[in-house]
Nanobody
Framework: QVQLFESGGGSVQSGGSLKLSCEAPSADSYEEFCMAWFRHVPPKEREGVAAINNGLATLYVDSVKGRFTISRDNAKKTMTLQMNNLKSEDTGTYYC???????????????????WGQGTQVTVSS
């Protein structure tokens, strides 16, 4: 059973930066996983923020383009999300998501992912 562990959340002021990490130490064939970051701010629906597939193609929601960068290190079974120039609207609980044995395009649809982390809180104050 694959488990995902997020870290790196915290509180920053507007304009600041944070780096989130998602580790999957028990994953077999991690290089075949499609990965993504989602965020949730109740009562809104969970929103896809950034995704990366096994071919390293990336996809971002428009609101974070130019500010966030998603990357992965298959040898370390780790995905990261570098978040710069943070805004108050970036506040939320960020979740790491995975889809094993995936050869699809990068996706920001929650229904495309089968494994989820516990989430890490990001709070941006203005």
């Amino acid at each position: 059973q694959v488990q995902l562990f997020e870290s790196g959340g915290g509180s920053v002021q507007s304009g600041g930066s944070l780096k989130l990490s998602c580790e999957a130490p028990s994953a077999d064939s991690y290089e075949e996983f499609c990965m993504a970051w989602f965020r949730h701010v109740p009562p809104k629906e969970r929103e896809g923020v950034a995704a990366i597939n096994n071919g390293l193609a990336t996809l971002y929601v428009d609101s974070v383009k130019g500010r966030f960068t998603i990357s992965r290190d298959n040898a370390k079974k780790t995905m990261t999300l570098q978040m710069n120039n943070l805004k108050s609207e970036d506040t939320g609980t960020y979740y790491c998501a995975a889809r094993p044995r995936c050869w699809a395009r990068a996706s920001l649809r929650a229904s495309d992912f089968t494994v989820w982390g516990q989430g890490t809180q990001v709070t941006v104050s203005s």
